[in-house]
C-alpha cells in the first residue's frame, strides 16, 4: 500500500494531465455538434468492425430459430388472408376492392437491406447500428422496418455504417393513427419496457377499443401510410386529462431484432425548403 501511495505521489501530475485530457474531449464531443458528428465519422468504423464481427458469430446460433418462426409466420399469414378474402368475397365484395385492401403499402418501393450489428434497450436514449451506410444508398431521415413493423428512423451515417433511433428512444417522434378509425397522433417513448410506446393528444370524442391496430399515418415522407406499428394494450387519459393516451404493444420485438429494411425517401425541392424551415423553428 505505501509503495503505491508513493506511486502516486510521485506521478500526480501525469494523472492529473491525463484526466484534464480526458474531461477536456468528453466535453468537446458531446456539447459541439460539428466535433461529435466528425468523431462519430472517424470511429464509427472501428466500432462498426467489432459489433458486426460480434453480430456475425450470435446471428449465427439463431439462424435456424428465425428461419422456422419466419417460415410458420409467412404460413399463417397467408392463412388468414385467404380467409378474410373469401369471407369478402362471400358478402358480395367487387374482387378489385378485396385486392386493393390486401395490396403492401411499400409496394413498388425498392427497399435496402441491411442487418442490426448493435442495439440497446434500457437506455434513455436507445440507438441501433446498421452494417450499411451512405455508400450503399442509406441516408438520414430514412425511415426503417423489418418483418413485423416500424424500428425507427436513421438519424446519421457514415460510408459503411448507420445510426438508427428506434420507436424505444426519448428522441424518436413517429406521427400514426389508429387503422379503423382514422384518429392520429404522436407515438412517443416513456423509458422502461421496450415492449411498448405511448399514442398521445387522441381527442377525446375519438372512438377506438383494446386491440385496434395502429399503424402509420403517412403524414410524412418517412414512412409511407398504413406500415404497422403495434395495437392498443391499454386506454388511459393524458396528464392534463384533455386527451386521451394509449399504451401500444409495439408489433417490432426490439429484443430479437436482426434483419431490417430501410426506405428510400426522395425529397423535392420544395419538400426540402419546408423541412429545413421546421428544423429552424
Not at 26 to 48: M, P
Not at 63 to 81: T, V, W, Y
Not at 138 to 164: A, F, K, W
Amino acid at each position: 500500500m505505501r509503495n503505491l501511495l508513493n506511486f502516486l505521489i510521485k506521478y500526480n501530475y501525469w494523472f492529473l494531465f491525463v484526466m484534464l485530457e480526458v474531461a477536456s474531449f468528453i466535453l468537446l464531443f458531446r456539447f459541439n455538434n460539428y466535433q461529435g458528428s466528425t468523431f462519430f465519422t472517424s470511429t464509427n468504423a472501428a466500432a462498426g468492425k467489432i459489433y458486426e464481427l460480434r453480430s456475425s458469430v450470435t446471428s449465427y446460433f439463431y439462424l435456424k430459430s428465425a428461419n422456422e418462426e419466419l417460415l410458420d409466420r409467412n404460413m399463417m399469414l397467408e392463412q388468414q388472408i385467404a380467409g378474410l378474402k373469401k369471407e369478402l368475397r362471400e358478402r358480395g365484395e367487387d374482387s378489385l376492392k378485396v385486392d386493393s385492401m390486401f395490396s403492401t403499402p411499400l409496394k413498388g418501393i425498392n427497399l435496402l437491406k441491411a442487418d442490426v450489428i448493435d442495439n440497446s434497450l434500457t437506455k434513455a436514449e436507445n440507438f441501433v447500428t446498421l452494417d450499411k451506410g451512405s455508400s450503399d444508398g442509406i441516408r438520414r431521415d430514412m425511415g426503417v422496418i423489418d418483418r413485423n413493423g416500424v424500428v425507427g428512423v436513421v438519424c446519421m451515417t457514415s460510408p459503411h455504417y448507420s445510426l438508427v433511433i428506434p420507436l424505444i428512444s426519448s428522441k424518436s417522434n413517429v406521427n400514426c393513427k389508429l387503422l379503423r378509425s382514422g384518429y392520429f397522433g404522436p407515438l412517443k417513448w416513456e423509458g422502461g419496457d421496450s415492449r411498448y410506446a405511448f399514442l398521445n393528444d387522441l381527442p377525446r370524442h375519438a372512438k377506438f377499443s383494446l386491440g385496434d391496430t395502429v399503424v402509420t399515418s403517412g403524414y410524412s415522407e418517412i414512412f409511407p401510410q398504413g406500415i404497422m406499428v403495434g395495437t392498443v394494450d391499454h386506454i388511459g387519459n393524458s396528464k392534463d386529462g384533455l386527451s386521451y393516451q394509449l399504451k401500444i404493444r409495439l408489433a417490432t420485438d426490439f429484443g430479437k431484432l436482426s434483419n431490417v429494411r430501410v426506405i428510400p425517401v426522395k425529397f423535392n425541392k420544395e419538400q426540402m425548403f419546408l423541412k429545413q424551415m421546421e428544423n429552424k423553428q
